[in-house]
């Protein structure tokens, strides 16, 4: 046990070096970098579970969940699983979660996610591919490549919905300079989780250590001009997390993610989970951020699962109480 943990501690120790060098190479790269805050390819939290957990999964990943959240965790995976959740953000846009895993052997598993949102005004796909190998017992190293598609500017424009705003002769020109374009991308994550008992665990997670973004913008009338073809990253994000389970039924889960530019804060997330006669789950969440503004959120959700003969169903649903607007999440996991 104590050879174990030394190695845990030295592999962290190389990790948090490359989080060091990664956060370090950021402030290189911010000339580049239109924001540290994602306006396109946000994470917008997915999966209702750990969702309505406050998406205090770093240190927890024991579903499917994991390719996204932390992807060393996918060798909790002992049987096929697939998930869809969905949920319209702030009342205004779609989005759909679908990720489907299955173990190759009782030491490795894999994944894919899908991540598909927005209209024709703006659309995203992102597609995921995870693996985890389990390197020692109990500790799980994962990863996952990303890839990314963004269309935008394909709607129609009517000149009807601007009466009474605009002059038709602004009006005009307005739609015939509208921009369109689209964007591709790429992105890597790595996870570690170590599951010292059944009850005890811990994660760690890198977000997006590689995520660039290449824009290509034009505009309806060839003599405007758009700002063209230009690059952008992904901000890198960092979780390190812990679990605890009490009996099997009860779970707790505290997860940290730190800033790595003064436009962000630092946040602290804490979920709870209680399962009553193995077929309800009651969830609670919360979202600190540590700063002096009142922009913390607080999270809720139930699940209900529903044994088979040969299929396992779960149906969870999350609500995020936010200060701009709340939000619903619905989802469907299936164990075969």
Request: with cysteine.
């Amino acid at each position: 046990m104590i050879s174990q943990i030394k190695v845990l501690f030295k592999t962290c120790r190389c990790l948090f070096l490359v989080l060091v060098l990664v956060a370090s190479d950021f402030g290189i790269a911010k000339a580049q970098q239109l924001s540290a805050i994602p306006a396109a390819f946000a994470d917008v939290g997915f999966g209702s579970r750990p969702v309505s957990m406050g998406n205090a999964y770093a240190g927890l990943a024991d579903d499917i969940n994991a390719v996204y959240l932390n992807p060393a965790g996918l060798t909790s995976l002992s049987l096929y699983e697939i998930e869809f959740t969905h949920t319209r953000l702030m009342g205004l846009v779609n989005y759909q979660f679908f990720s489907a895993g299955l173990p190759l052997s009782e030491k490795q598993s894999a994944a894919l996610a899908i991540i598909s949102s927005g209209d024709d005004l703006m659309r995203e796909f992102s597609l995921h591919l995870g693996y985890a190998r389990e390197v020692l017992p109990g500790l799980s190293a994962g990863a996952a490549l990303k890839y990314r598609r963004s269309g935008f500017g394909n709607n129609t424009l009517n000149p009807e919905d601007f009466d009474g705003i605009f002059d038709p002769n602004e009006i005009s020109i307005g739609i015939s300079n509208q921009v369109y374009g689209n964007a591709n991308g790429f992105g890597l994550d790595l996870g570690l989780i170590y599951r010292m008992s059944d009850e005890l665990s811990f994660g760690l997670m890198l977000r997006d250590i590689f995520a660039p973004v290449y824009w290509n913008s034009k505009t309806r009338n060839a003599d405007s001009r758009s700002k063209g073809s230009y690059s952008e990253r992904v901000p890198f994000e960092a979780a390190l997390g812990t679990s605890w389970s009490a009996g099997g039924h009860t779970i707790f889960s505290v997860e940290y993610k730190p800033s790595f530019d003064s436009e962000q804060d630092d946040a602290l997330r804490i979920g709870f989970e209680r399962i009553f006669l193995d077929i309800i789950a009651l969830r609670l969440g919360t979202e600190q951020w540590l700063n002096t503004r009142a922009d913390n959120k607080y999270m809720m959700g139930a699940g209900v699962q529903v044994p088979l003969s040969e299929y396992h169903i779960q149906v969870n649903y999350g609500y995020i109480i936010d200060d701009i607007a709340n939000t619903h999440r619905i989802g469907l996991q299936v164990n075969f």
